[in-house]
C-alpha cells in the first residue's frame, strides 16, 4: 500500500462516518479499510496474526445464537427504521454496518439430543429460527464455532432424569453443579464420558458444514470449564496415579512429609486440602485427564475438518494462573493446540475508581486488583501464543460509546487477533405478552450483557464499535500485528508450582505479582510473563529477555534455580521480591544457591514505613516518600550489598553473580513504590520504560495510562488510554531521534517545549499520539495537520478539570450520604472468603446459596463490577469468575445449611479512616444481634462493631429504615430487595489494621456481607478524628445520633451560637506540619424552629483561639451532606510564619445566623504530616 493511498484512506475514515446519536452509517459509506471482503480467505502469518489478502487483519465480530426467530421478535424500544438491527438477521451488509465481520456461534444442541431418542427438541428449530440462522452462518463472514456443554443442552444425558440409563453411572459427572465444577458434566476419565464429548465434538463439524457456507475460523472445545469429581471411579484412578508417578507409599510420604498407610487410603480423601500433596496431585491428575481430552478433541475435529484450528476458552479471573481451581492447565493445554482463547471477558472492563489525582505518585494507592489481574492475564496467553493467533470469544461491552470504543481498543492492544462480544441476543420471548419498556428493562436487569435488548445498550453505545474499527483502520499497520517492533526486555516469572501450594495453604503474597505488574504496566516497561515450566526451554534466552521479575515465588520445580543461574551468569537480571523460593513444589525446604547468604524471617503486623534508598537513584518521575510494609527482617545478608532500607533495616538488597545481579526486595509495595523500587533497579542495567509521561504541572509519572508503542517506517506510534476518572495534562518525552509529535486521532500537532509534548487526555479517554523525524512524515502518512498552542492544551484541560468537577459534585450530591477520598479508597478483595451464592436453586436443601429459600427468595440480577454505591465503592464479585461464591453467610439457626460460624483473617494492612461494610441479614427481628465485626490492629489490640438488626443492618427485603438507623438502604434490585451498608468510623485512624473477623451471633439472624469497602489514611499524614467527643454547646443544643452531631437552634438561640468538641490532649503542630494540614468535616443544613430545613448557613470555626470563617455554605437538601475543609495554615501568626500551633479544641459557630436554622455536622476530623 503506497503512502498516498493510505493518506487517502485516513482522511476519509477521518469524515466519512456519522456521529450522530442512533444514526449507522449505511454499506456503501464504510471506507475500504473498515469493511472484510465477502467470503474471505483467512489465514495465519508465523506470527500469528491473522491474515485478509496477504495483510494483518482484525476480526471483530459478536456471539449468536440458534433460536434467532424466537430471539428478534418486535418489540418496543426502537423506531422503525431499526427493524434492520433489532428484527432481522444480520447479513454481510448490516453486520458490518454494526461494525461486526465475524460471529460466534452456540451450537444448537437439540440435533445432537435427538440421536438418543428421549424426547423432542424444537427449541430453534422452526422455520423462522432456521431461516434467520441461515442467512447469517451464510453472509460470508468467518464463523468461530462454539462448543458449551451447557448442563441444559449438550449436558442433558449426564443432568436430566428423562436420560437415566443411557450412560453408566461412572460415565457421569455428578458433582458436576458443586463447587470447583463448571460445564463438565461427563466424567473426563471414564470411556463412555469420554464418548459424549467425542460424539458432540463431531456433531459440530457436520452441523456446522450442513448448515453454514461461511469460512470455519476455529473450533472451541470447552468454554469455561471446571473440573472437581472424586467419584470412586475417579479416586481409583488416582490411587493408581500415585502408585505410577511414586512406586511406594513410602516414597509419596518423604516428600510429602506424611504417613499415608496406602495409595488406595490416600484416594478417600474427605478435604483435598486436607494435604498440600493431595491439592498439588490431585490438581496435576486432573490436568493431564483434561489435557488428554483436548487432544484427543483437536485429533476428532481435524480428522472430520482436515486443518482446522482449535482453541479452548477457560474461566476468568486468576483460573489462567491457579491450575488447581479449576484443575485445568490452560498452558498445557494450549500446547496441544493452535489458536488461544482468552478467559471469560479477556480481562478486560474493569475501570479504575479513582475520580481524583493523588498528591504524589509514588503514594498513590494500588489499583483495585482485577485491573492489574487483567494486565497479567493477556501478558500470560502472548507467552503461549507463539506463532498462534489469539481470540476473545467472550468480550463485554459497557454502556456508553466511548468505553465501548476503549474496550475495543483495549483487547487489540493487549494482543487479540479477533474479539467476539457477548452476546447478540434480545430474548423477545421472555418480555411478556406486551413486549413493552417494562418488560424489556426487566431482561436488562437480568440479562445486562444482551447487545440487541435497546433498553440495555442504545444505538449510539453500540456505535463505539464502529468508532474503534475506524480508529484502527488508520493505523491498522501499526497495531494489529502482535510484533510491533518494541522490545520486551523484562519478564514476571509466574509460578504454577507456587498456586497450587497456595491453593492448599492459603498463602496470599504471590498475589502482590499484581502491584508490580500494574507499577511496570503504568510505568511504560514493556513486560511480558514467562513460566516456570518455559525456563527448561530456555525462553529466556530465546526471546532475549535482559530482566526477569520473580515476585512472592515461594516453590519452585526442579531445575528452576539452576536455569535462573545459568541465566543471571551469562548476564541477565533476577528480581525477586517478597519471598526467595525456599521450597520445592510440595513444600520441602531446599538450599536454593540464588540467594546463598540470604537469611530472612517474617514480622508479625509490621507498620507502614518509609522505604529509603542509600546507594540507588530514585526515579526522576516517582519521587518522594516511598511508603512500605517490610514484613521481612534480613537476618543475614553476607555477601550482599544493602541499597535501601526500612526503619534502618535492608529492604533491598544486591549481589553479583557471573555477568549478571540478582536483587532482593523484602518490603511490601503497592503499585507505584514497586515501580520505584524496580524501575530503579532496571535503569542501573539501562532496562528503560518505551515512554516517559509526566503529569502537569507536578512533573511526576501521571499514573494510570495504558501506553502501547509501536514503530514502523521511521515512525512511532503510542496508543494512551487514561484509565482514572479524572482528565490529565500530561508532557511526553520525545523518543530518541524524533523532533514532532500529533494527536492523531484530530491531526493536531502538539506545542514541544525542551523535548517534551504537551497532551490532555479527558478522564477515560483514548488518543493516538505520532512521534516523527518531520511533520511532514507524519502528514504524508495520516493526513495534513494543523497545529496547536500550548496555551489551548492548558486551556483545554483547565475546562476538562471545571467539567469533571461540576459533574463529579452533581454525581456526589445525587448519591449523597458518603463523602469520601476517591483517591485512597478500593474495595477489600473478599473473594478468598465468599463462600455463598446470590441465588439459591433449591428451597430447605441445606445447601446451594443465599438463605436456602429457593430462587424466587435469592437476591438476583446483581452487578457484575465495583459499583459506586451511595458514592462508595462496592465490588460485586462475578459468579461466573469465583466459583459462583459471591458474598460471605455464615451460621444461623433459622438456615440449615453448614455455614461458618465465622470467617477470620480478612486482610486491611493498612491505616484506615473507615470501613465500609455492604451488608444484610434475613430471619431476623428488631434489636436481635446479627454478627460482630472484629477489627484488629497491627499492634495487637483489637476493637469489636456489634451489629444489631434495626440499628446498622436491616433485612434484606429493605423495609423502611428507622429514625435512628445507622446505616443506609445501598442497593435494591427491581423486586425491592438488596443490602444496606454501615460505615465503621475507625476510632485509631493512626493505627494500622490488620485485619477483620467475622462472627455470627448464632442466632436466628443470618450475617450476609456482600463486600468491605477501606478508606485508608494518605501515606504520610496522620488523622486526629473527634468521633467519640462529645460536643459543648452554647446559645443552641447540640444532640448526637450515630456519629452525626445537630445543632439544634429555637427562637431563644444566639445568633452566634455554636460547639466545641474539646481534644483529650492538645495538639501541637510544627509551622511546616500546620501549612500541609487541614481540618476537614461534612456539613448539611439543619433545621429551622419549625423543622424545615434550610441552607446556607455562614460558620467560622477555632481551634481553641481566634476564628477563621469557613468557606462552606450547605445546601438545603436533606440528605446531602457536603464535604468541606480548611487548611490550618489559616490560623498561622501573620507576624510569625515559624511559630507553630496548638490545638486544644475544635469550634464551629455561626456568624450571625443561628436563629435562622441549625447544621448537621459529621466526621470532623483533622489531617497532619506525621512529621
Known amino acids: 500500500m503506497t503512502t498516498g493511498l493510505r493518506a487517502g484512506i485516513a482522511a476519509a475514515i477521518c469524515c466519512i462516518l456519522p456521529g450522530l446519536v442512533g444514526q449507522v452509517a449505511e454499506f456503501a459509506a464504510l471506507p475500504a479499510g473498515v469493511v472484510l471482503p465477502p467470503a474471505p480467505s483467512v489465514s495465519v502469518s508465523a506470527a500469528g496474526d491473522y491474515l485478509v489478502d496477504g495483510q494483518p487483519r482484525y476480526l471483530f465480530g459478536v456471539q449468536i445464537g440458534s433460536a434467532l426467530g424466537v430471539d428478534f421478535g418486535p418489540t418496543a424500544g426502537y423506531p422503525p427504521e431499526l427493524k434492520w438491527v433489532y428484527e432481522e438477521p444480520m447479513t454481510y451488509e448490516t453486520a458490518q454496518r454494526l461494525g461486526f465481520d465475524s460471529f460466534a456461534w452456540f451450537l444448537p444442541s437439540g440435533p445432537w439430543l435427538d440421536r438418543f431418542g428421549v424426547e423432542e427438541h424444537r427449541w430453534g428449530r422452526s422455520e423462522k429460527d432456521q431461516e434467520m440462522l441461515g442467512v447469517v452462518v451464510n453472509n460470508g463472514l468467518p464463523l468461530l464455532v462454539d462448543y458449551t456443554c451447557f448442563p441444559w443442552s449438550f449436558g442433558k444425558p449426564g443432568t436430566s432424569k428423562a436420560y437415566a440409563g443411557i450412560l453408566p453411572e461412572e460415565a457421569i459427572n455428578r458433582h458436576h453443579s458443586a463447587a470447583g465444577n463448571h460445564w463438565v458434566p461427563y466424567n473426563i476419565f471414564h470411556p463412555e464420558g469420554r464418548k459424549m464429548y467425542l460424539s458432540f465434538w463431531e456433531y459440530g463439524v457436520d452441523h456446522a458444514r450442513q448448515l453454514g457456507k461461511n469460512q470455519k475460523l476455529v473450533y472451541e472445545l470447552f468454554n469455561e470449564p471446571s473440573y472437581f469429581d472424586p467419584s470412586p471411579y475417579n479416586r481409583h484412578l488416582f490411587a493408581e496415579y500415585l502408585e505410577r508417578k511414586y512406586g511406594s507409599i513410602e516414597k509419596l510420604n518423604a516428600l510429602w512429609r506424611s504417613e499415608f498407610a496406602s495409595f488406595a487410603a490416600l484416594s478417600q480423601f474427605a478435604d483435598r486440602k486436607d494435604h498440600p500433596g493431595i491439592v498439588i496431585d490431585w490438581s496435576k491428575f486432573c490436568e493431564e485427564g483434561m489435557t488428554a481430552l483436548a487432544r484427543d478433541g483437536r485429533d476428532c475435529i481435524r480428522a472430520k475438518a482436515a486443518g482446522a484450528r482449535v482453541c479452548y476458552q477457560i474461566l476468568g479471573y486468576t483460573s489462567y494462573r491457579s491450575p488447581a481451581a479449576t484443575n485445568i492447565n490452560i498452558y498445557e493445554i494450549n500446547r496441544h493446540l493452535d489458536a488461544i482463547s482468552t478467559p471469560t471477558g479477556g480481562g478486560l472492563g474493569t475501570r479504575s475508581t479513582f475520580t481524583a489525582p493523588p498528591a504524589q505518585t509514588v503514594q498513590a494507592p494500588a489499583n483495585v486488583p482485577a485491573l492489574p489481574e487483567g494486565i497479567l492475564q493477556r501478558h500470560f496467553f502472548r507467552c503461549i501464543a507463539d506463532g498462534k493467533p489469539i481470540h476473545n470469544p467472550e468480550c463485554y461491552a459497557a454502556r456508553s460509546r466511548n468505553s465501548n470504543r476503549n474496550i475495543v481498543w483495549q483487547d487489540l492492544l493487549r494482543g487479540s487477533n479477533a474479539t467476539y462480544m457477548f452476546t447478540w441476543s434480545k430474548r423477545a420471548w421472555e418480555w411478556g405478552p406486551d413486549r413493552d419498556e417494562a418488560g424489556g428493562r426487566k431482561i436488562a436487569e437480568r440479562f445486562p450483557y444482551i447487545l440487541a435488548n435497546p433498553y440495555a445498550f442504545s444505538i449510539d453505545d453500540l456505535q463505539g464499535f464502529m468508532d474503534a474499527k475506524q480508529d484502527i483502520a488508520r493505523f491498522a499497520d501499526f497495531f494489529v500485528p502482535r510484533e510491533r517492533g518494541i522490545a520486551r526486555e523484562v519478564a514476571l516469572l509466574m509460578s504454577f508450582a507456587t498456586e497450587r501450594y497456595a491453593f492448599a495453604d492459603g498463602y496470599v503474597v504471590h498475589n502482590e505479582m499484581l502491584h508490580y505488574t500494574s507499577g511496570l504496566e503504568y510505568s511504560h516497561l514493556p513486560q511480558d510473563v514467562v513460566l516456570e515450566e518455559q525456563l527448561a526451554e530456555g525462553r529466556l534466552e530465546q526471546k532475549s529477555y535482559r530482566a526477569v521479575v520473580a515476585v512472592g515465588v515461594r516453590n519452585v520445580l526442579p531445575g528452576t534455580a539452576a536455569a535462573l543461574q545459568r541465566y543471571v551468569a551469562n548476564g541477565g537480571v533476577l528480581i525477586a521480591a517478597r519471598e526467595f523460593m525456599p521450597w520445592d513444589e510440595y513444600g520441602n525446604a531446599t538450599a536454593n544457591p540464588l540467594f546463598a547468604g540470604l537469611e530472612t524471617a517474617e514480622v508479625a503486623d509490621a507498620a507502614i514505613s518509609e522505604l529509603v534508598f542509600t546507594a540507588l537513584d530514585q526515579p526522576a518521575l516517582l519521587p518522594g516518600k516511598i511508603p512500605a510494609r517490610n514484613s521481612l527482617r534480613v537476618l543475614r545478608a553476607d555477601g550482599w550489598e544493602t541499597l535501601a532500607t526500612c526503619d534502618g533495616q535492608p529492604a533491598v538488597l544486591r549481589r553479583a553473580l557471573g555477568a549478571g545481579a540478582i536483587y532482593a526486595i523484602t518490603p511490601m509495595l503497592q503499585d507505584y513504590a514497586a515501580a520505584a523500587v524496580a524501575t530503579a533497579l532496571l535503569a542501573r542495567h539501562d532496562i528503560r520504560p518505551a515512554l516517559s509521561i509526566a503529569r502537569v504541572p507536578a512533573g511526576d509519572l501521571a499514573p494510570n495510562i495504558e501506553a502501547h508503542c509501536a ?32 494527536d492523531l486521532l484530530s491531526n493536531e500537532l502538539l506545542p514541544i517545549t525542551a523535548g517534551r509534548a504537551r497532551l490532555m487526555i479527558g478522564n477515560n479517554r483514548h488518543c493516538v499520539v505520532g512521534f516523527a523525524t518531520s511533520a511532514d512524515l507524519l502528514a504524508q502518512r495520516f493526513g495534513a495537520m494543523t497545529t496547536v498552542s500550548r496555551d489551548a492544551v492548558t486551556a483545554r484541560y483547565d475546562e476538562a478539570v471545571k467539567a469533571h468537577e461540576r459533574a463529579l459534585a452533581e454525581q456526589i450530591a445525587s448519591a449523597g450520604v458518603f463523602h469520601i477520598d476517591p483517591t485512597h479508597t478500593s474495595p477489600v478483595d473478599l473473594r478468598a472468603h465468599a463462600n455463598a451464592a446470590f441465588v439459591d436453586q433449591i428451597a430447605n436443601d441445606g445447601q446451594g446459596g443465599w438463605i436456602d429459600q429457593g430462587k424466587d ?64 441479614t434475613a430471619n431476623a427481628q428488631p434489636g436481635d444481634p446479627v454478627m460482630t465485626y472484629r477489627v484488629h490492629y497491627l499492634d495487637g489490640g483489637s476493637v469489636d462493631a456489634p451489629i444489631i438488626c434495626g440499628h446498622n443492618i436491616d433485612l434484606w427485603t429493605l423495609p423502611e429504615p428507622p429514625a435512628t438507623a445507622d446505616f443506609h438502604p445501598a442497593w435494591r434490585n427491581s423486586a425491592g430487595r438488596g443490602f444496606q451498608v454501615f460505615a465503621w468510623r475507625n476510632p485509631d485512624p493512626n493505627c494500622g489494621i490488620s485485619h477483620v473477623d467475622i462472627i455470627s451471633a448464632g442466632g436466628a439472624a443470618v450475617p450476609i456481607i456482600i463486600g468491605i469497602t477501606a478508606e485508608k489514611l494518605a501515606p504520610g499524614m496522620n488523622e486526629l478524628s473527634l468521633a467519640g467527643i462529645a460536643p459543648l454547646s452554647w446559645g443552641c443544643d447540640a444532640v448526637v445520633v450515630n456519629g452525626i452531631t445537630e445543632v439544634v437552634v429555637s427562637e431563644k438561640s444566639s445568633n452566634w451560637a455554636g460547639v466545641r468538641f474539646p481534644l483529650p490532649a492538645p495538639l501541637e503542630l ?17 433545621r429551622d424552629p419549625f423543622g424545615n430545613y434550610k441552607g446556607g448557613q455562614a460558620l467560622q470555626i477555632s481551634i481553641g483561639k481566634g476564628f477563621v470563617h469557613s468557606h462552606m455554605r450547605p445546601d438545603s437538601h436533606e440528605e446531602t451532606f457536603e464535604a468541606a475543609s480548611e487548611p490550618l495554615y489559616r490560623w498561622l501568626p501573620k507576624n510569625d510564619q515559624s511559630a507553630g500551633l496548638s490545638l486544644s479544641s475544635l469550634a464551629f459557630q455561626f456568624r450571625g445566623t443561628g436563629k435562622s436554622s441549625g447544621v448537621f455536622l459529621k466526621n470532623i476530623r483533622i489531617e497532619y504530616p506525621a512529621e
Not at 459499583?867 to 438456615?895: E, H, K, M, Q, Y
Not at 511546616?1072 to 494540614?1077: G, I, T, Y
Not at 468535616?1081 to 439543619?1086: F, L
Open 711 to 742: 514503530r514502523r517506517d521511521g515512525m512511532t506510534l503510542a496508543s494512551l488510554l487514561n484509565i482514572d476518572l479524572y482528565p490529565k495534562c500530561v508532557d511526553i518525552t520525545l523518543p530518541a531521534g524524533c523532533a514532532t509529535a500529533a
Open 857 to 920: 427468595q435469592s437476591l438476583d440480577h446483581t452487578p457484575w463490577e465495583i459499583t459506586p454505591l451511595l458514592g462508595v465503592p462496592c465490588d460485586f464479585i462475578r459468579f461466573d469468575a469465583n466459583d459462583n461464591r459471591c458474598c460471605i453467610i455464615l451460621a444461623s439457626t433459622s438456615v440449615k445449611r453448614n455455614d461458618p460460624a465465622e470467617s477470620r483473617g480478612i486482610p486491611i494492612k493498612d491505616r484506615c479512616r473507615a470501613l465500609f461494610f455492604f451488608h444484610t
Open 1070 to 1086: 510544627t509551622a511546616e506540619q500546620a501549612r500541609k494540614a487541614v481540618i476537614k468535616y461534612e456539613v448539611n443544613g439543619g
